[in-house]
Every structure is written in C-alpha cells, then in structure tokens.
C-alpha cells in the first residue's frame, strides 16, 4: 500500500495536480546548461504546483558561469522557498555551487561535506587562460556577485568573499560556525524535520515561516531527453564520439559505398559537436587532430616507411591531450582514457591504410591489367600477327619475333581491339 501511495504522489507530481507538496531535485553533476534546464524546470513546476518547499540536493564540482546565473534567477525569484542541501556525507559544493548555495533561501550541509573554493576561471577561444588583467575583472565581478548574494540572505561577507577571491574552502562545522549556512543535517529527513516552523528571510526581505507537516516528499527526476543529454555531456563520452566520427567518416571517404560507417560517423560527430558546447575546447588539439587524420590519409599516396603513420600517431595523442582545457577534472577527459583510446583509433586507421596499400599493390586479376603477365602458347607459327591460346581462349596476338606452334609465350599487354602484344616466354 505504502509503494502504490507513493507511485500516485509522483504520478500527481509529474501531471501537475498535486498541490503543497516537497519537490526534491538531485544533481550530482557539473554546472552546465543540461544540470540548469533541470534545475530551472523543477521550480518553475514548483510555483505553478504550489508547492511548500523545493529541496535541492547539491554534489558539484562547480561548472559555467552562465549556467550558474541562470539557476540562481530562478532561485531568486521563484515564490516557493528553495533549500539547497549539500549531501550526502563526502559530497561538495565547489565553485558554482558555492553560489547557488549561497543564494538559497536555506543552506545546509551533511556531516563530512565541504563549500567554497570559487575563485572563477576564465577561459578563452583557444582553451589557454585569459590574461591577468580579464582575470581580475572576472574575480571583481565574482567578488561582488558573492557579497550581494550573502549580504541579501543575511550570510557572512567575508567568508563569502574569501571562498571567491582566495579559494578558500569550508567544512560544515566551519561554515555553520561562520554564519555561511543555517543547518547541519545528517540526513534529509532530518533536515526537513527540523525546518517545519523554521522562520526564514526571503530575497526580497520578507519573513515567510515553513509549515511542512506531513506534506509528501516528491522527488522530480530528470526527463529522458535530458538524462540523454546529460550522458553524451560527459568529456570521456564526447571526446569517445569525436574518435569515432572522425573513424567513420574517415572509413567512409577510404572505402565509398560502405555507407553505415559514413551514416554512424556523422551522427557521432554532431553529438560530439553538441557535447562541446559546454566544453572549453582547445582549437590547436582539435587541428592537431585533424592533422593526424591527414597524414594517415597521405600515407595511402606517399610511401613514406611509416613515417607519416607515426607523426599521425603523435598528433592524435597530442591533440587529445589538448583537445580540453578545464580546471574542473569533472569536465575533461581523463588521462587513462584518452591514452588508450587515441592510440586505439590510431592503430585502426594506420591497418585500414595498409589494406588500401595492400590492395593497390596486388597485381589486377581481372580486365586489361588483368591480362598483362599471362601464359599462353602458340596456335601456329607466325611472325608477326597470329593467334594464341590465352586462358583457354584463343586470341588475335602480335609479336616481334618469330614464333612456333606450341611455344609458350607470354602477355605484354592488350592493344587496341582486344589484340595481345606477346612475346616468347
């Protein structure tokens, strides 16, 4: 009965006819637009269901800056209270979350969690950081983003301040102790225990007092376009689609007509152009990238001894290694990864260039060339022109020196009008 009860709250919750409720969202992801949509999504379904309280639980490295401004609007100016809990125990709020945190009607936080460390990092078109002077207008501008966030929730200035300009990060018991958060909560349960009658200031200055009671705890999952989104997000799923769009249409270009190679190799590498958009991506790995994919190519022309394969090789690894500039490991590639996987396509493609080589080298079977090299004999005996027995067929055939009947005698080459040009064997 409890299961069949919990399944029609949820069910109301999504249809939007539950009303008073507790909506709970999860991230446990980096800032970026996908974790934003979800986010921002979530509260407005909030407001237009009336809930009571929007409870947000929060495990991020930090993420963009546009993604995180976008989530503290809606934070800001929803008309449900919003609560943002770090949690679990060995969870954190870093960087962006830091701010989202702070900008929360209520912050708590789990035994054993962290805060802070959210001084910006710019980076430019190329994947390099910015120079010192845009950095410290980024810093500025954080700064006072911080201080105007705090200082609205009645929060400390300075350890705000601090947690931006100096990267400082805090325990629980530290921030509590420093008036960063209002509670520390084992678990929710308990947190929203203690938070029914709890008197809070809202954004715009009111005083709203939390009645929770017995109000349900819904919790609101991502949707399937955005769980989908969220995984192609992921660096080592992107850089692994980029891999294996350039192999397909590398495949596909080699081998015309294969057609699913080509077909699979282009979808990959709209995803994996997808996928970049919240990435910091670095043009000169990319290139470099590209450049290996040329060389193999050349290779199939330039019989260079392997030169050209093992300079492909070098760009591929090199190119990947740079392909994402990031000070957030969540949002890069990792290193184990891309090793195995750049040498992995870089052996791929050097075994079908050498099937190319392998095929053009192989002397033709069928047709004109097919014919040149051929054993046949002599029909008769003639100098000049006459006819010779040719894979079982005679043909017309000339010759510059004389020939008997009999002799072996071997294909130059077909002339004009399917004539042989032969000579002794």
Not at 97 to 104: H, L, N, P, S
Not at 278 to 300: D, K, R, S, T, W
Not at 364 to 373: D, K, P, S
Not at 379 to 393: I, N, T, W
Request: hydrophobic share 50%; glycine share 10%.
């Amino acid at each position: 009965m409890r299961r069949i009860f919990l399944g029609f709250v949820l069910l109301a919750a999504l249809t939007g006819g539950l009303d008073a409720a507790i909506l709970k969202i999860t991230v446990a992801a980096p800032i970026h637009p996908i974790t934003s949509e979800y986010i921002v999504q979530a509260i407005k379904d909030a407001d237009g269901q009336e809930a009571r309280l929007v409870l947000l639980i929060l495990d991020t490295p930090g993420g963009l800056d546009t993604s995180m401004r976008e989530i503290i609007s809606a934070i800001v100016n929803a008309r449900t209270p919003v609560v943002a809990y770090v949690g679990p125990s060995g969870a954190r709020a870093a960087s962006a979350g830091f701010f989202i945190g702070v900008a929360c009607d209520i912050f708590a936080m789990a035994p054993g969690t962290s805060t802070g460390a959210a001084h910006p990092v710019s980076i430019g078109l190329t994947g390099q950081p910015t120079d010192k002077t845009m950095e410290d207008k980024v810093t500025h501008d954080a700064a006072s983003y911080i201080k105007t966030l705090a200082e609205k929730r009645g929060r400390n200035l300075r350890l705000a301040e601090d947690a931006v300009r100096q990267s400082l990060s805090y325990t629980e018991q530290e921030a509590l102790r420093g008036g960063l958060i209002d509670l520390v909560a084992a678990t929710e349960s308990e947190l929203l225990a203690r938070l029914d009658g709890y008197s809070l200031r809202r954004f715009d200055g009111r005083t709203e007092v939390l009645e929770l009671g017995e109000e349900p705890l819904v919790e609101r999952p991502m949707t399937f376009r955005q769980r989908f989104l969220l995984t192609i997000s992921n660096p080592n799923f992107a850089y692994l689609l980029l891999m294996l769009g350039l192999l397909g249409l590398y495949f596909e270009f080699a081998n015309p007509g294969a057609i699913l190679p080509g077909v699979l190799g282009g979808i990959s590498l709209l995803l994996a152009i997808f996928s970049f958009q919240i990435l910091p991506i670095n043009y000169v790995g990319l290139l470099l990238i590209l450049l290996a994919l040329a060389l193999f190519a050349v290779e199939i022309k330039v019989h260079s001894y392997g030169l050209l394969s093992l300079g492909g090789i070098t760009a591929m690894v090199i190119g990947s290694l740079m392909l994402v500039k990031s000070p957030i490991p969540e949002l890069r590639p990792g290193l184990r990864f891309i090793i195995p996987v750049a040498l992995g396509v870089s052996l791929i493609i050097i075994f079908l260039v050498y099937l190319v080589i392998r095929a053009q080298a192989r002397r033709a079977m069928t047709g004109r060339e097919g014919m040149a090299g051929e054993i046949g004999r002599a029909l008769e005996d003639f100098a000049g022109s006459g006819k010779v027995l040719v894979h079982g067929e005679i043909w017309e055939a000339e010759t510059d020196v004389p020939l008997r009947r009999g002799e072996p005698v071997r294909v130059v080459k077909v002339g004009d009008g399917l004539k042989l040009r032969v000579t002794k064997a």
